[in-house]
Structure formats: C-alpha cells, structure tokens
C-alpha cells in the first residue's frame, strides 16, 4: 500500500514549503564527507520535485541556501555553489519535460556571478512552463527580507508614494521577495530538527507544520505523501472555532 492513494484529490495542499536538511549527517553516517550528503541531497530535489508535479502541487519552496549559511566552511560553501551550478546545468532539461518553472526568492545578488547567470537563464527557460513552480530559496532568510520589506516600504512613504495609514498585510506581503506566491499551507522539516531557522516567518503564520526524522537525502516521495495525508486529516481553523468550521465545508 502506497499512501499515494490515500492523498485526497481535492485537498492537495496548493503550496508546500521544505527545509531539507540532515544532508552532513547522512554522509557522516557512512563515513563519507559532507559534500557526499549534499550531492544525494540534489537526487532527492529531482525524485520530490517530479512526485510534486505529478500530483498537481502549484508551488514548492525548497530552503536550498540560507543566509546563515554564507557562515559555514568556505570550502563547502564553495562547493556547494559549485554544485548548483552542475545541478541547473542538469536539470533544465527535466524542468522542461515536466512543465516545471522555476523561480528563486532571496539575496541572489550575494551569489558568485557564474550561479547567478546559470539561474537567471533557467528562470528565463522555463518561464513559459505552466504546471509546478519550484521556488528555490538562495541566499535566503526571512529576517533579511522583511528588513528589505521595511526599507521599499519606508522609501515609499518618504516619497509620497505610500500613506502609513495603508500599511495592511497585503502591502507588507506584496514587498517580500514571495510577492505573488500564496503563503505555504503546509511546512515539511527533515532530520528531526525542530526550529524554523530563519524561514518564510511571515509567510508561515498559518502553514500546518510536519517534522521528520528521515534526513534530506533519505527522503522519498512515499514520505511526502505521507506528509500531505497527515496535513490532509487535519482541521485548519484560522481561529476559528471547530463547530464554525465545519459549518462552511
Ligand atoms: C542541509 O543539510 C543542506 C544545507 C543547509 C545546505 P545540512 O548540511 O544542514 O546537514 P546537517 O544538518 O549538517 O546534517
Ligand atoms: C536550514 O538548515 C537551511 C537549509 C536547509 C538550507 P541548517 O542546517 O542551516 O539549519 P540550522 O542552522 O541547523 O538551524
Ligand atoms: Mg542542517
């Protein structure tokens, strides 16, 4: 039995968010460097990407780089960069054949010159792909971005563009780099970590959260389904009281 064929059809969560982490200690575990764990970890991306087109996800937002990150080894950081470069190269092809498009949020500036052409042209590439977007969250952080949020916004005011009294949610939303993505409804964690570490806070305020023990590169689509079947059994109420929701089913 696959929990495939448990996922309810009409309530595949429109956008799942994924913090794929434990790729070091799966390496670690066999004895194998770290790099060894990221490079498995890029097969899960392709493998769970797929599974999430082939099921009719509309948005998936893979936390690929944060800017926390930038304080790591050098030489992995390096290598890492290195290995998004090798990984675009590879994978437009895929993204073509299956109607994905992608999409980056975060300081991409921050990126060597040579990573950031590769994803501009594959942005560029599939732009016109109508079934997934894969959001790839580079050189990401949420503190980052609602720091640039504020500043856009603070601008706008000064320059008359914007009345104070018009801040509501949808103008902060409108100016985080997400802008036009509708927030995760459900938020996947791997590796038995349970922190947020810096990602999509203001988009989360009402995403349904899902820790894993399973490490990133161990990671298979039977443990998505799995994960969108447990989202699917449960009762989102946005305050709401139970009897209420229920009511408007
Ligand atoms: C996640 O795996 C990938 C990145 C953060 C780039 P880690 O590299 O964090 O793996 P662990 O947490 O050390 O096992
Ligand atoms: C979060 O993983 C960032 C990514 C998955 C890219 P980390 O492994 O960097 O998170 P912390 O620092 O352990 O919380
Ligand atoms: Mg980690």
Same mark, same amino acid.
């Given at each position: 039995m696959s929990y495939k064929t448990d996922i309810i059809k009409e309530r595949i969560p429109r956008h799942i968010a994924i913090i794929m982490d434990g790729n070091g200690r799966w390496a670690k575990k066999q004895g194998l460097a770290r790099m060894f764990g990221h490079k498995q970890g890029v097969t899960t991306v392709h493998r769970i990407t797929e599974a999430a087109a082939e099921i009719g996800i509309e948005y998936m937002t893979l936390?690929?780089?944060? +800017?926390? &990150?930038?304080?790591?080894p050098k030489e992995e950081v390096d290598a890492l960069m290195t290995l998004l470069v090798d990984t675009i190269a590879k994978e437009t092809p895929t993204l073509m054949k299956n109607n994905i498009r992608l999409l980056t949020i975060g300081?991409?500036?921050?990126?060597p010159a040579e990573t950031k052409k590769k994803f501009e042209g594959c942005i560029e590439e599939t732009k016109?792909?109508?079934g997934l977007n894969l959001v790839l969250a580079l050189s990401y952080s949420s503190r980052w971005e609602i720091i640039e949020a504020a500043k856009k916004i603070a601008t706008e005011v000064k320059d008359g563009?914007?009345?104070?009294?018009?801040?509501?949610e949808a103008i902060i939303s409108s100016h985080l +780099?997400? &802008?036009?993505i509708p927030d995760p409804d459900l938020l996947i964690r791997t590796s038995g970590e349970l922190r947020l570490s810096n990602y999509l806070l203001w988009q989360i305020a009402y995403s349904e959260l899902y820790f894993t023990d399973r490490l990133w590169p161990e990671f298979t689509p039977e443990d998505l389904y799995e994960a969108i079947v447990d989202y699917q059994h449960r009762e989102r109420r946005f305050g709401k009281t139970s009897e209420q929701v229920k009511i408007e089913k």
């Amino acid at each position: 039995m696959s929990y495939k064929t448990d996922i309810i059809k009409e309530r595949i969560p429109r956008h799942i968010a994924i913090i794929m982490d434990g790729n070091g200690r799966w390496a670690k575990k066999q004895g194998l460097a770290r790099m060894f764990g990221h490079k498995q970890g890029v097969t899960t991306v392709h493998r769970i990407t797929e599974a999430a087109a082939e099921i009719g996800i509309e948005y998936m937002t893979l936390y690929a780089f944060s +800017t926390e &990150n930038w304080n790591r080894p050098k030489e992995e950081v390096d290598a890492l960069m290195t290995l998004l470069v090798d990984t675009i190269a590879k994978e437009t092809p895929t993204l073509m054949k299956n109607n994905i498009r992608l999409l980056t949020i975060g300081d991409i500036d921050r990126l060597p010159a040579e990573t950031k052409k590769k994803f501009e042209g594959c942005i560029e590439e599939t732009k016109q792909n109508t079934g997934l977007n894969l959001v790839l969250a580079l050189s990401y952080s949420s503190r980052w971005e609602i720091i640039e949020a504020a500043k856009k916004i603070a601008t706008e005011v000064k320059d008359g563009k914007l009345d104070v009294a018009d801040i509501n949610e949808a103008i902060i939303s409108s100016h985080l +780099t997400t &802008n036009g993505i509708p927030d995760p409804d459900l938020l996947i964690r791997t590796s038995g970590e349970l922190r947020l570490s810096n990602y999509l806070l203001w988009q989360i305020a009402y995403s349904e959260l899902y820790f894993t023990d399973r490490l990133w590169p161990e990671f298979t689509p039977e443990d998505l389904y799995e994960a969108i079947v447990d989202y699917q059994h449960r009762e989102r109420r946005f305050g709401k009281t139970s009897e209420q929701v229920k009511i408007e089913k």
